[in-house]
């Protein structure tokens, strides 16, 4: 054998290598193809050992043999090669055979190609060599062959990787089994692997990471080790996966599935123990769709999805674990909880699956269904308690996933699992159910734990899932499964749910305190987000005592307007003994004693506290609290207001009450004034009249109006309240000190005058007043202190006589000041106290004389005498002889020594003094004398009349007048001038006059004068233009003098006329405006300069001359304002060519080299013109280049940029377009390589030549030799035209937008395609484009497509691919037909990839052909209307498909027993068509034309299950659902003689009632008690009649399009006739045969569901197949429990007493 072997490695090497013959000319590019593909296809290093494994699995085993795979490594260097390591894979398959050396020896040639259906997982071709990665010479040794391969080239043929080579030793066999151990037969093939130097470590991590669930999804190995070799056996590694075992296969045969559950076991050295998973494994198939078949799997016809369910931790190396298998693991983390296992097809790097393949995602659209029907088995399909269930609800794939693909297929697991009835309920009848999630609700945590303690304590909670939703089982309302619950989509229950069941069970009444306060507790916590809208507030919640051992029950709705009140035990009994007394006092209710306890007790008894604040009237009551709410409810009544006051006295007695709490209580306690009116609102309390002092000075109340009230005489008398009675005298103190009722002195004076003050007051009422100030000194209110100060009151003497005056007209002297007052004064009395009369006790109160506004000090009476004199002056005019009285009272107070500042003070400011402005104040008056001539021309001085007083007469009293504030001299009131000037008379003024305003100013700056000179008109006389305003006016200086000779309009001030005095005024001039200095000249001429530009009124001399000016002022050392030069340059005062003035850096200077420009510019040139300023402009070069004249071409660019206007593109010259170029480079120069958007914008019309026309720039393109494109082929630069020097223009051209790149030539050259018409010109842009994978953008319109048969464009729309039915040769143009072959063969990628061409003909054009077909056809080939249909079926999953398919079928092909004939398919009318879905209508029917086509024999293309589904989705109906039914008369049928049985018992017993019962209960269907009842009520009253004759029905069949109508007859063996009451049954001979019992059952089954279910159709089949099975089993009592418990119906324990009594009584 070996000697064979070997002869065959060397046939190889000899006929296919060619070694020993010639060199083969092909081996290079073999050996680079080899070495490229081995490199790139891979990744990372770990796939050479998964290509490996995947080898193993597909190789074959003997029988008998476990299949397994073993990795050893080790330092020894057996193969003698120098390396540092080397990996031997050990196989027990059965061998290499002559045909696998021959592919070993290939590329792409696997032996196990086209094998997907026989189990073969590898595909590649290239597998083995992978190993290259890793190693430099692989060795093989397998049945006998020995070789090896090298990546280095053979040195007889130059090619490495798949030459082998015979293997004579290194290593031997010998080598071989030391390594593998001397203990066992070597396996049958061993792979030798010697490591490269740096794949050493990595292969070590990469086989220390092999995943232990790798074993799962492999059908032959079971068992798969690691370990290393070393010379100490100590040091020796292993690891091992293996599969203990595979248990509970189960078969379903309905939907093609299996389940088992394999236990995993993964040992590692270093670790005492195994690890061991179990994982329950589903496996499904599913029919490979049409839609999603690829050639790589074309043999395949069934797609087998196995999911992986862990039960435990899962078996792992490193930190994540692999998601999707193909059948080898793959690096894709899903975030799944499960393993998803499938024939997909992987990335070339083995890392991934193909996402967007078609065939995975075919394989993606089934998972969703298999992973409902495993997870449905693991759930409901066990005996298991719910607890034990629920781990399994852990594999929903709850998080979301990184792929956006695998995230569909997550929503579409959420989707199917939540239409399931799937979630457990609570139950308490032992029997799980199961729900939708939707029909389920879970609880709040704390709620659960309330009703465990409910339960516990005796609550019945029977009824829980009777609310409107059922409750999640308890074992599974967890927080742990959160995540789940929230995938499935429950819900917490409605809050109105808490509502339903607090009432329905009795919580509070039924548990104890303790969980009472947690009740109240879950209540406050969620109130305000869960219970404050809903009837939460109309349960009887709150616990509460009215009298003493009674407690009551209210809902937060009706507890108002009851408070709740919170006390201790003291005060509680205390209130309770008042509450009696005061009825109103009954709202405040208490909380039990035991109530109050378990809330002490609570630890979170202040939730519950705020929460009944919240919602209730609650609080802490003390007696000082409840004092205060039973003021607020005494009402009114005199009575009760009393009583309070007595209260309030016996609570501070019995020390219940303290004094400061007593305090606020009284504060504002209501009292009985003395008209018997109670008052609530008060400012002060007096105390009762019979008790106080107050009425003997004021009389009645003059408190009242300020809110005071007098206290009723009851309060006096003693009374008896809740058996206590008070003493008068001490209730008194009491009112005395806690309401602090007062008297005078003690009280405040009111805000009011006092009506006894009028007049004269006792002496004794006097001191009492004065008493009474006495206290109160500081908090006087005005009204009382007007009234003391003004009434008429207090005894005064004058001159020797007594009278009463005011106090304020009274004077108490201590001098005697007195005497001299009286005695020097002939015109007015001094008043002063009568201190004889009062006696000595009035020296004590002088502070209250002077409150009450007496006066004491000699000021004061010189103050009185003053204003006494000046009220006469206010009602007339004193007369000169009291004038000159006033100076003499003056004179004499200071012979006597006295002053008369006081006198002066109240006399100087009254208008008694006449002079020339009328009667003024002597203050401001002046005297008259010579110097105030002048200052008289230009104010209005007041001067005494000395004609009404007397010139002489006023001059001997000056000192006395200027005491009063007379000026009497002129020096230095510039002030008194200017206050009394009149600005009206500054003008025309005098010399003096003007230096007098001159010196005002200079002394006192004054706004007034200075602002009145500013405005004055007629002011300042100047030299030739009259009087004008300061701010008209300057003083020339020879420094700038030469501005003014430019505009003769300067005024300048008459120095002539003023003398040179007026230059020593410069800063006063300058603040009233007169110009003195350059700048202020600068300003007046730029005015005017501006004013003669902006009006045009500059002439040519003008210009000149401000050009000769220029000259002149530049040539001056003096600095001139910026202003001025500005002026000069930015007034437009030149004049251009163009018409109008400019500025001057808006100019340009002419000279040749703008001569091109001026054909495509309005440039803007000085007018140099005889007509303006003539050749002698240019001499003024300088000055205006200074000025900003553009005077070179290279500096006027922004003269191009602004006056560029392009004329008619073809009257631009060569010539002018090549100048504009040269602009365009002086501005890319200028602009770091940037252009002005408004210059691009400008030269972005049409004006550059092509051989496509005239173009913008953005429309060119620079011809490319590279593009193998023709110059006329496209908008390309004509250079031709413009000569040989636009080429040097080509980063100018670029620049403004002319395309020179790809992109930009496919955007062009595309829109112009239309354009042309050769064929061969539109194929060289198409190539173009298409080579530069040119694409439109989005939004632009589909394009046109050139058909080059008909030498026409063609509509994107109309075009497509390929037509692979050919059915539409005559309706589209099938671009295969003109590109599909030569140099163009590759345009049909490019018209699909840019312009969006259809590759084959879309759903629409099949509809549109169909209809063409209805109008042209009658009958359709077989071939016809398989390959119609089968695309059809195929695109008719969306919504717009089956609309579009909804409206264009008229006619459809129909069955008969000749379609397949030569004369075709028959069409007919939609409307007389039907799908087939009765069999026995259809039998019935079978000769007519009625029935859909299907392609008979089915055609793998065409599925006849889509097919019929899609007839349905256009409007096909069902023949049982047209079919008319009319049942024969059974009116004269002859009854059966019944011997023992009555047919009632044998049809229609309590079995079928129960059955009917449990299955109306379903609360999903929402039958009320009520009709349960009526419908079970008419069942049993039902008469069966028993016959042996034939029971007929007629069914007819209308085809409404031929107005026909098909009839047939057939029997029936039960009917029920609903009017009257009776099922007619036919009499069946017993025994039968099994297909008649199956015949009756049916029947029975339908006519019973129709009978009871008559009203929802859409649930008579599910009761007719539940009746059906029931009966088939006899009814049998423990067959139909079992029947029940797994359709989930149960009967309550009222619809058993409801079966026992009906058939009872029967």
């Known amino acids: 054998m070996a000697e064979s072997a070997k002869q065959h490695v060397e046939r190889i090497r000899r006929t296919k290598f060619s070694i020993g013959g010639a060199e083969n000319p092909l081996t290079e590019d073999l050996h680079q193809a080899v070495k490229n593909l081995s490199a790139e296809l891979y990744a990372k290093d770990v796939h050479f050992l998964m290509e490996l494994i995947q080898n193993a699995e597909d190789n074959e085993y003997p029988e008998g043999v476990d299949p397994s795979l073993e990795f050893v490594i080790t330092s020894d260097d057996i193969t003698a090669t120098g390396a540092p390591a080397t990996l031997l894979i050990f196989n027990n398959e059965k061998g290499f055979s002559e045909k696998n050396i021959d592919s070993i020896c290939s590329v792409g040639r696997s032996t196990k190609k086209g094998n997907r259906k026989r189990g073969y997982i590898g595909e590649k071709g290239i597998g083995f060599k992978s190993v290259f990665l890793i190693t430099s010479q692989p060795y093989i040794f397998s049945n006998g062959y020995q070789i090896r391969f090298n990546e280095a080239p053979c040195s007889h043929c130059s090619l490495g990787y798949i030459v082998p080579e015979w293997v004579e030793q290194h290593p031997s066999l010998v080598d071989i089994q030391r390594m593998y151990g001397s203990g066992s037969a070597l396996p049958t093939t061993t792979i030798i692997l010697p490591l490269k130097y740096d794949k050493v470590k990595p292969v070590k991590e990469q086989l220390s990471n092999v995943h232990p669930e790798v074993l799962l999804f492999l059908s032959k190995i079971k068992r798969l080790s690691i370990r290393e070799h070393c010379l100490d056996a100590k040091l020796s590694t292993v690891n091992s996966i293996g599969i203990v075992s595979e248990t509970n296969f189960v078969t379903r045969k309905s939907i093609d599935a299996e389940s088992y559950t394999i236990h995993l076991s993964a040992s590692e050295k270093g670790k005492n123990s195994e690890q061991e998973c179990s994982y329950y494994m589903w496996k499904q198939k599913f029919p490979v769709k049409h839609e999603n078949r690829v050639d790589r799997r074309s043999e395949v016809d069934d797609w087998v999805i196995t999911l992986a369910f862990p039960f435990g931790e899962r078996l792992g190396r490193g930190n994540s674990s692999p998601g999707i298998y193909a059948f080898l693991p793959t690096e894709m983390v899903t975030n799944f909880p499960f393993i998803i296992q499938a024939d997909f097809i992987l990335a070339s790097s083995r890392e991934t699956i193909l996402l967007d393949d078609i065939w995975n995602q075919g394989i993606l659209s089934c998972v969703p269904i298999a992973f409902l029907n495993a997870f449905t088995t693991l759930v409901k399909k066990t005996d298991a308690p719910v607890s034990s269930v629920l781990p399994a609800f852990r594999f929903l794939p709850v998080k979301e996933s990184n792929y956006a693909k695998l995230n569909v297929v997550r929503e579409s697991i959420k989707a199917r699992v939540c239409a399931e009835e799937i979630v457990p309920s609570i139950s308490h009848l032992g029997q799980k159910f199961f729900h939708k999630p939707c029909e389920v609700g879970r609880l709040i945590p704390t709620f659960w734990d309330i009703l465990e303690k409910a339960r516990s304590e005796g609550a019945s909670l029977q009824n829980i899932s009777s609310h409107g939703i059922y409750i999640l089982n308890s074992a599974f309302d967890r927080t742990e499964y959160d995540n789940v619950l929230n995938f499935l989509g429950l819900k917490q229950v409605s809050n109105e749910w808490y509502v339903k069941c607090m009432q329905g069970c009795y919580l509070v009444a039924s548990v104890s305190e303790g969980t009472y306060m947690e009740v109240l507790l879950f209540i406050a916590e969620n109130w305000q987000s869960r219970f404050q809208s809903t009837n939460m507030g109309k349960v009887p ?109 016996h609570s501070i007695s019995k020390e219940v009450l303290s004094e400061e709490e007593a305090g606020k209580c009284c504060k504002d306690m209501p009292l009985v ?492 040139f000085i007018d140099d013109g005889p007509n303006w300023y003539g050749k002698s402009i240019h001499e003024f070069k300088k000055e205006l280049e200074s000025l900003g004249v553009t005077v070179e071409l290279r500096n006027g660019m922004s003269h191009v940029i602004s006056s560029l206007s392009l004329p008619d593109p073809s009257r631009i010259a060569p010539s002018s377009a090549l100048s504009l170029l040269k602009c365009i480079t002086f501005l890319l120069e200028d602009r770091f390589q940037q252009l002005p958007t408004e210059f691009r914008d400008k030269v972005s019309v049409k004006w550059l030549k092509t051989h496509a026309g005239y173009r913008c720039p953005e429309e060119c393109l620079l011809f490319d030799s590279s593009w193998k494109l023709e110059p006329c082929d496209g908008p390309f630069i004509d250079e031709e035209f413009y000569g040989s020097e636009i080429k040097s223009f080509r980063e100018e051209l670029i620049a403004i937008g002319v395309g020179h790149d790809t992109d930009k030539a496919c955007q062009l050259l595309a829109s112009n395609v239309y354009k042309l018409s050769e064929t061969d010109a539109i194929s060289r842009v198409y190539r173009f484009l298409s080579e530069a994978e040119w694409k439109p953008e989005r939004g632009a319109s589909s394009g046109r497509i050139w058909i080059p048969s008909d030498e026409k464009w063609a509509d994107v729309s109309s075009c497509v691919l390929f037509d692979k039915d050919k059915l539409f040769g005559s309706k589209l143009n099938v671009l295969q037909n003109y590109y599909g072959s030569g140099k163009d063969h590759d345009l049909l990628g490019f018209f699909s990839f840019a312009f969006g061409v259809r590759t084959n003909p879309s759903i629409e054009d099949y509809c549109e052909l169909w209809k063409d077909w209805e109008k042209t056809k009658n009958r359709l080939s077989n071939d016809e209307c398989c390959a119609f249909w089968s695309f059809v079926v195929r695109h008719s999953d969306t919504m717009k498909a089956e609309k579009l398919l909804s409206e264009s079928f008229s006619c459809l092909p129909v069955k008969a027993p000749d379609c397949n004939n030569n004369e075709g398919v028959m069409l007919s009318n939609i409307s007389d068509v039907f799908i087939a879905d009765d069999l026995l209508l259809k039998d019935m029917f079978i000769d007519s034309h009625v029935f859909v086509w299907y392609p008979s024999p089915s055609i793998p293309t065409l599925s006849r299950t889509r097919l019929i589904e899609l007839y349905r989705r256009i409007g096909v109906k069902e023949v049982s659902k047209c079919i008319e039914i009319a049942e024969a008369d059974l009116t004269g049928v002859k009854v059966e003689q019944q011997e023992v049985v009555d047919p009632k018992n044998s049809l229609i017993g309590p079995g079928l009632v129960k059955l009917i019962l449990g299955f109306l209960s379903d609360p999903s269907l929402n039958v009320e008690a009520a009709e349960r009842l009526r419908i079970i009520h008419s069942l049993v009253d039902l008469d069966v009649i028993e016959t042996s004759e034939t029971i007929t029905t007629e069914y007819t069949l209308n085809l409404p399009s031929k107005g026909e109508k098909l009839i047939a007859k057939a029997k029936r063996m039960i009917r029920w006739e609903r009017e009257k009451g009776v099922v007619y049954a036919e009499k069946m001979e017993k025994p039968c045969g099994k297909r008649k019992l199956l015949e009756y059952a049916t029947c029975f089954a339908e006519v019973i569901a129709k009978g009871v279910m008559w009203e929802r159709e859409d649930l008579i089949g599910r009761l007719s197949e539940l009746v059906k099975m029931a009966y088939l089993v006899e009814f049998d009592e423990e067959a139909l429990e079992f029947l029940m418990k797994s359709k989930n119906l149960q009967v309550y324990e009222e619809d058993e007493k409801l079966i026992s009594d009906e058939f009872s009584l029967k």
């Not at 000037?981 to 305003?997: E, H």
Request: glycine share 6%; hydrophobic share 35%.
């Open 673 to 1164: 004034d003395n008209y018997s009116n109670v008052n609530t609102s008060r400012s002060g309390v007096l105390v009762p009249a019979s008790a106080g002092k107050w009425v003997s000075l004021v009389g009645s109340n003059p408190w009242r109006h300020s809110g005071y009230i007098e206290l009723s005489e009851e309060y006096l008398s003693s009374n008896r309240f809740a058996g206590l009675r008070s003493n008068k005298k001490d209730l008194l103190v009491f009112l005395k000190s806690y309401v602090k009722a007062g008297d005078i002195p003690d009280i405040e004076p009111p805000n009011a005058a006092i009506p006894a003050l009028s007049g004269a007051l006792k002496k004794e009422n006097v001191f009492l007043l004065l008493d009474w100030i006495k206290c109160h000194r500081y908090s006087l209110r005005s009204n009382f202190l007007h009234s003391v100060r003004g009434g008429s009151w207090l005894r005064t003497t004058m001159n020797g006589i007594s009278d009463y005056r005011p106090p304020s007209q009274s004077f108490y002297h201590t001098s005697s000041w007195g005497s001299i007052l009286q005695n020097g004064s002939i015109l007015v009395d001094i008043p002063l106290v009568d201190r004889s009369y009062y006696g000595k006790e009035i020296d004590s109160y002088k502070e209250e004389l002077k409150t009450a506004g007496v006066m004491f000090e000699f000021s004061e009476a010189c103050t009185f005498v003053g204003n006494h004199l000046m009220s006469l002056a206010e009602t007339s005019t004193l007369s000169s002889a009291n004038v000159f009285s006033i100076l003499k009272f003056i004179r004499y107070l200071r012979e006597k020594r006295l002053p008369p500042a006081d006198f002066i003070t109240a006399v100087k400011d009254g208008p008694w003094l006449k002079t020339s402005s009328g009667y003024k104040s002597p203050d401001g008056a002046v005297l008259f004398s010579q110097d105030w001539k002048a200052a008289l021309l230009i104010s209005d001085i007041p001067i005494i009349d000395k004609d009404f007083y007397g010139e002489v007469s006023l001059n001997g009293y000056k000192e006395e007048l200027e005491l009063l504030g007379v000026v009497v001299k002129f020096p230095n009131n510039h002030s008194l001038i200017v206050s009394h000037l009149n600005t009206a008379k500054l003008t025309y003024l005098t010399p003096d006059a003007m230096f007098l305003v001159l010196d005002c100013m200079r002394q006192l700056s004054p706004h007034r004068l200075i602002n009145a000179l500013r405005n004055s008109y007629q002011c300042f006389k100047t030299k030739k233009n009259g009087y004008k305003s300061p701010a008209e006016c300057f003083i020339p200086d020879p420094e700038w003098s030469c501005l003014l000779s430019v505009f003769d309009c300067f005024p300048v001030i008459n120095d002539d006329f003023y003398g040179s005095r007026i230059f020593s005024y410069k800063e006063e001039l300058k603040q009233i405006g007169v110009k003195l200095q350059l700048e202020e000249a600068v300003k007046v001429f730029v005015s005017t300069f501006k004013q003669k530009a902006t009006s045009s009124g500059l002439t040519r001399c003008t210009a000149l001359s401000l050009l000769s000016c220029y000259r002149k002022l530049m040539g001056s050392s003096y600095r001139f304002p910026d202003e001025l030069t500005k002026s000069f340059k930015e007034f437009q005062w030149l004049h251009t060519k163009l018409g109008d003035f400019r500025a001057p850096k808006d100019c340009i200077l002419f000279d040749s080299d703008w001569e091109p420009l001026r054909l495509i510019a309005n440039l803007p």
């Open 541 to 649: 919640l709150i616990k509460y005592v009215v009298q003493k051992g009674v407690s009551s029950l209210s809902s937060l709705g009706d507890f108002s307007p009851r408070t709740l009140c919170l006390s201790t035990e003291k005060n509680q009994a205390w209130l309770l003994d008042w509450s009696d007394e005061f009825r109103c006092m009954s709202k405040f209710v208490f909380m039990p004693p035991t109530t109050r306890t378990a809330l002490k007790a609570c630890s979170k008894k202040e939730t519950i506290h705020n929460w009944l604040k919240e919602n209730l009237k609650v609080t802490n009551l003390s007696v000082s609290d409840y004092a205060k709410r039973l003021g607020e409810n005494l009402n009114g009544d005199k009575r009760l207001v009393v009583a309070y006051a007595h209260f309030l006295h």
